[in-house]
């Protein structure tokens, strides 16, 4: 079965210093492998995602993320974190089991970034 | 201009009740989806449709009833509202084809927080 592990509830970072926030993945097949971020009573914003290509992939808000095939891992990363990045941060992978013309996500159990200033 | 819209965005009711959430998303996509958040932040699929049509059922009790009038909508009916229930309910879109697909992200609405009392 598809899945994605984060094994870190909560992350705690000091501005200005580099965060990680990790993942795990286990695929059958290529993975697709997404991460959004959750701000406090708001949606579900995407943040960049990983199809195929170069390892390292650089989505929004300054985060990126290195996709590494033999670790199965897609952390996500942010070189100086800033306070306004606490947030609720989900890494998921997509679903390739069915054939049929759509498709789902399955998102890890989140893990909280906390930035203090 | 706001992607995927959810109303209403609170909905507190009693048990027993009958409810409905509202989704549009304006993005011309063909799919569209309904996840739930539990208390813990748990992520996880309910309903999926492709151009009207139901594709994914992820064993949702049959209280919840999806209607998609067209495919620009995908609403949420509740019936009989249990205390368990009590969840943010999220709605998302995708575009449709296996390339596109593939290539793109999911686009999530602003959440519905239901609590049933």
């Known amino acids: 079965a598809q899945s994605v592990a984060q094994p870190e509830d909560q992350v705690n970072v000091a501005e200005g210093n580099p965060l990680t926030v990790k993942c795990t993945y286990s695929?059958?097949?290529?993975?697709?492998l997404f991460w959004y971020v959750q701000y406090p009573n708001r949606g579900l914003q995407f943040l960049l995602k990983?199809?195929?290509?170069?390892?390292l992939v650089k989505g929004s808000y300054g985060f990126e993320a290195e996709f590494n095939k033999s670790q199965t891992s897609f952390h996500l990363k942010k070189p100086s974190a800033l306070v306004s990045d606490s947030a609720l941060y989900f890494c998921?992978?997509?679903?390739?089991?069915?054939?049929?013309?759509?498709?789902?996500?399955?998102f890890g159990s989140g893990t909280r970034l906390l930035v203090r200033p | 201009d706001t992607a995927v819209s959810q109303t209403p965005k609170y909905l507190v009711t009693q048990m027993g009740n009958d409810k409905s959430i509202k989704c549009e998303q304006n993005l011309g996509h063909d799919t569209m989806y309904w996840y739930k958040q539990d208390s813990k932040k748990f992520l996880k699929i309910m309903f999926s449709y492709n151009n009207k049509e139901l594709i994914i059922n992820e064993t949702v009790p049959n209280r919840f009833s999806p209607k998609s009038p067209d495919k620009a909508h995908l609403n949420l009916h509740i019936n009989s509202l249990e205390l368990g229930d009590s969840a943010v309910y999220f709605c998302?879109?995708?575009?449709?084809?296996?390339?596109?697909?593939?290539?793109?992200?999911?686009?999530f609405g602003q959440g519905t927080r239901l609590t049933v009392v």
């Open positions: 998921a992978v997509r679903d390739e089991t069915r054939m049929d013309s759509s498709y789902k996500l399955i």
């Open positions: 998302a879109s995708s575009p449709e084809g296996t390339i596109t697909r593939r290539n793109t992200e999911a686009f």
């Open positions: 695929v059958s097949g290529n993975p697709y």
């Open positions: 990983y199809i195929t290509g170069d390892n």
